[in-house]
């Protein structure tokens, strides 16, 4: 099976400025990741979505991030606007619907490396 | 609050050898708990998980883990390491915030492992 795609992979922007991340599931999974890595540090979920709804966006600090997932598929992650504090990579995440057997089993993008100058 | 820790920044084993990463969890209620691996410019890959049944289990690539109930641990083992397992490898374990409802993970810091030839 094909497998997450994210773009861009890389994109340096100055603080204050706005940047969006893209990300394409795998075909049939219904649960959509988005997830902060910041150096050193192990991946942090911003939101998940089931299907185009929120399920957890409880670490997504809303004055600056969004996200979407129009018709349960594609999603964006937008920033608007950037502090220095969000250089991170962006990882995208998906698995098969929560209640079945490999619902546990995430599948990553290769994410997408953003600094903020 | 659900939590791991990785206790080691880095271990190094020669090639041939056997491996373990360690991980320790804190959990309330029974812990679901998973391995991932994370190769340079790529994103995380799924190694194993435990969730019931056996204490000893088996994944990808030769990898296994044993859960410890006694010591809450989760340590990842192999018997011969190999030089193209030199990774970040992550321990993870479920976080049981919203009621359950949610597959969100709260991963360890990571442990780097290093193979040499």
């Known amino acids: 099976e094909a497998g997450v795609a994210q773009s861009p992979r890389y994109k340096i922007i100055e603080k204050r400025q706005s940047v969006a991340f893209w990300c394409n599931p795998i075909s049939g999974h219904a649960t959509l990741y988005w997830y902060q890595q910041i150096l050193g540090q192990g991946p942090k979920l911003l939101i998940q979505f089931q299907n185009n709804g929120v399920v957890d966006d409880s670490q997504l600090p809303k004055d600056r991030f969004s996200a979407e997932r129009l018709k349960g598929v594609d999603s964006t992650l937008k920033i608007q606007p950037a502090k220095l504090e969000d250089s991170a990579v962006y990882l995208c995440?998906?698995?098969?619907?929560?209640?079945?057997?490999?619902?546990?089993?995430?599948?990553f993008g290769p994410g997408t490396r953003l600094t903020v100058l | 609050a659900q939590s791991v820790a990785q206790p080691e920044d880095q271990v190094n084993v020669a090639e041939g050898n056997p491996l373990t990463v360690k991980c320790t969890y804190s959990?309330?209620?029974?812990?679901?708990l998973f391995w991932y691996v994370q190769y340079p410019n790529r994103g995380l890959q799924f190694l194993l998980k435990y969730i019931t049944g056996d204490n000893l289990v088996k994944g990808s690539y030769g990898f296994e883990a044993e859960f410890n109930k006694s010591q809450t641990s989760f340590h990842l083992k192999k018997p011969s390491a190999l030089v193209s397992d030199s990774a970040l490898y992550f321990c993870?374990?479920?976080?049981?915030?919203?009621?359950?409802?949610?597959?969100?993970?709260?991963f360890g810091t990571g442990t780097l492992l290093a193979v040499q030839p």
């Open positions: 995440a998906s698995s098969y619907q929560r209640g079945t057997d490999r619902a546990w089993e995430q599948f």
């Open positions: 993870a374990v479920r976080d049981i915030g919203y009621g359950g409802a949610t597959n969100k993970l709260i």
């Open positions: 959990v309330s209620g029974n812990p679901y």
